[in-house]
């Protein structure tokens, strides 16, 4: 586990790294090409550029990002089953509860929002339908145990930033289309990485929630089972919605919502093809095999964020 451990970190610091880096370079590029960069020296606008990033990856209180969720919510009643089941595992952990919610849904998943007061659980019909008492345990409690880490909540930070980098977009359009210059082709370039870089930022805070829910839920077997069973829905699940589509969701749920697409690229004189659910699928069941391997002894460097961009680059090799 402290291989496993080590490496999330590694992959926790270079998601934030790289999510920094975006802001750092499109703020020095704003200075650059407008007539505040003429007045400030440069060492402000570098302290400048750095500032910001820097202050959100350590201070983004991601209590208000899901109490904005939270309100967009249409809580609806839950059975008493579940609703002892989340008690059972906030107690155990010492997290209290504000809301437990349910989601009328066939498809599996589990939203869990790190509130300002307390945590607000939401498991949809589906999840509670198909999965049994222990891996739904394992799930909330691995939910629960993501959001307490420290690296997985500076993972988060940064994943937000990743997807918050489309706001911009149109401030820098101008850049390119306008000025011939540095700023413009760095504008195109970031639109560039940002449309076509694997998504490694949200494989570092899978990989932290997993580390910790490893530790935490004392069962990872049926952890891994749940996983199994999420991956069995990713073609149905990208398509759940839980509050309104421009708020950053997919930190805080089990499988993540997506833009269904599919993917083409050629390589050494062959052609393969992978869709937005593929990816989704290899992403759980490499988080459900990870849980599995772990509880029965196996080498923890084998299930680190290098296995799974291996992986990645196999996907479309063999349909599944």
């Known amino acids: 586990m402290i291989k496993l451990e080590q490496s999330a970190r590694r992959h926790a610091i270079v998601a934030s790294v790289?999510?920094?880096?975006?802001?750092?370079?499109?703020?020095?590029?704003?200075?650059?090409?407008?007539?505040?960069?003429?007045?400030?020296?440069?060492?402000?606008?570098?302290?400048?550029?750095?500032?910001?990033?820097?202050?959100?990856?350590?201070?983004?209180?991601?209590?208000?990002?899901?109490?904005?969720?939270?309100?967009?919510?249409?809580?609806?009643?839950?059975?008493?089953?579940?609703?002892n089941l989340v008690s059972e595992v906030a107690i155990a952990l010492a997290e209290p509860v504000e809301s437990i919610q349910c989601y009328p849904s066939p498809v599996a998943n589990v939203l869990m929002l790190p509130c300002s007061q307390r945590e607000v659980v939401v498991a949809t019909t589906g999840a509670l339908e198909q999965l049994n008492r222990h891996e739904l345990q394992a799930t909330v409690a691995a939910q629960f145990a993501g959001m307490r880490d420290p690296w997985c909540r500076l993972a988060t930070r940064a994943e937000i930033m990743w997807w918050a980098i489309p706001a911009l977009f149109p401030l820098m359009l101008?850049?390119?289309?306008?000025?011939?210059?540095?700023?413009?082709?760095?504008?195109?370039?970031?639109?560039?990485?940002?449309?076509?870089?694997?998504?490694?930022?949200?494989?570092?805070?899978?990989?932290?929630?997993?580390?910790?829910?490893?530790?935490?839920?004392?069962?990872?077997?049926?952890?891994?089972?749940?996983?199994?069973?999420?991956?069995?829905?990713?073609?149905?699940?990208?398509?759940i919605k839980f509050a309104k589509f421009y708020l950053p969701t997919n930190p805080f749920q089990v499988i993540p919502?997506?833009?269904?697409?599919?993917?083409?690229?050629?390589?050494?004189?062959?052609?393969?093809?992978?869709?937005?659910?593929?990816?989704?699928?290899?992403?759980?069941?490499?988080?459900?095999?990870?849980?599995?391997?772990?509880a029965q002894g196996a080498d923890p460097a084998e299930y680190t964020g290098r296995e799974f961009r291996r992986r990645w680059r196999e996907l479309g090799k063999e349909r599944p």
């Open 174 to 239: 101008p850049a390119f289309l306008f000025d011939c210059h540095v700023a413009g082709v760095a504008s195109f370039l970031a639109i560039f990485v940002w449309a076509f870089t694997p998504r490694f930022i949200e494989q570092a805070r899978d990989l932290c929630a997993d580390v910790a829910a490893i530790r935490t839920t004392f069962d990872p077997p049926s952890l891994g089972s749940a996983m199994r069973k999420f991956a069995g829905q990713s073609h149905l699940a990208t398509s």
């Open 257 to 294: 919502r997506r833009v269904e697409s599919t993917t083409t690229v050629s390589g050494g004189g062959k052609r393969r093809q992978w869709s937005t659910s593929d990816e989704v699928r290899l992403e759980l069941l490499l988080r459900a095999e990870r849980a599995e391997a772990l």
């Open 18 to 83: 790289a999510s920094a880096t975006f802001y750092v370079a499109y703020t020095a590029s704003w200075f650059v090409k407008t007539e505040v960069g003429l007045i400030i020296p440069l060492i402000w606008v570098a302290v400048l550029s750095l500032s910001v990033p820097i202050s959100i990856l350590l201070f983004m209180p991601l209590e208000k990002v899901a109490d904005r969720i939270a309100r967009h919510l249409q809580p609806q009643p839950v059975g008493p089953q579940f609703e």
